[in-house]
């Protein structure tokens, strides 16, 4: 009998150094398949930390056939797998996955810069073995911030983008985006 593989999941504001964590658990193993979103066109074919690690990935934007033959799959920006950008039900696959015996490793955002929880990361939260909570520096004092910031609204709800868009904020200083 197949004992059912491990849903580890980092979870935290952009900035919070979350894929580096995802990363440097990538590098623990041996036999490894690092997703990312097949819209994240940023960093080409790998994962890139703000620390400067980096990993290589595939983009996906549906489950992998060869994935069966990885016993550990790592995936980032777990709250983008979702349609139209996913096609299939992401946490049906991780479960699949699981069943089969291959640990899964996901970071993410657990909030939108609305404080509004992620669908997705909520279902994969209620599964997971092991839920690691990051924060980052919020950008204005400096304490532990939970929360992400939007600089300016841009009517988009999933946007990557980096400082010029987002910036992590404590509970004290956290705001919503100006209209436009
Ligand atoms: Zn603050």
Redesign the pocket.
């Known amino acids: 009998m197949t004992v059912r593989g491990r849903l580890v999941l980092y979870v935290g504001p952009m900035f919070a150094g979350k894929s580096a964590h995802l990363i440097a658990a990538a590098k623990r193993q041996t036999d490894v398949l690092a997703l990312k979103p097949g819209f994240d066109t940023r960093d080409g074919s790998e994962l890139v930390s703000r620390d400067g690690s980096h990993l290589a990935a595939v983009s996906a934007n549906a489950w992998p056939e060869d994935a069966d033959r990885y016993s550990h799959i790592v995936l980032d920006e777990g709250q983008f797998w979702v349609a139209p950008h996913y096609h299939g039900d992401i946490v049906e696959d991780i479960r699949a996955a699981r069943a089969r015996g291959a640990d899964v490793t996901v970071g993410g955002l657990d909030t939108d810069y609305r404080r509004v929880p992620f669908d997705v990361m909520t279902r994969l939260m209620d599964e997971a073995d092991e839920v690691i909570a990051l924060t980052a520096r919020?950008?204005?004092?400096?304490?532990p911030?939970a929360w992400t910031a939007k600089t300016h609204e841009t009517g988009h709800l999933l946007e990557t983008g980096d400082q010029e868009l987002y910036e992590a904020?404590?509970?004290?200083?956290?705001t919503l985006p100006d209209r436009p």
């Open positions: 919020c950008h204005v004092c400096g304490a911030a904020r404590c509970d004290a200083h956290w």
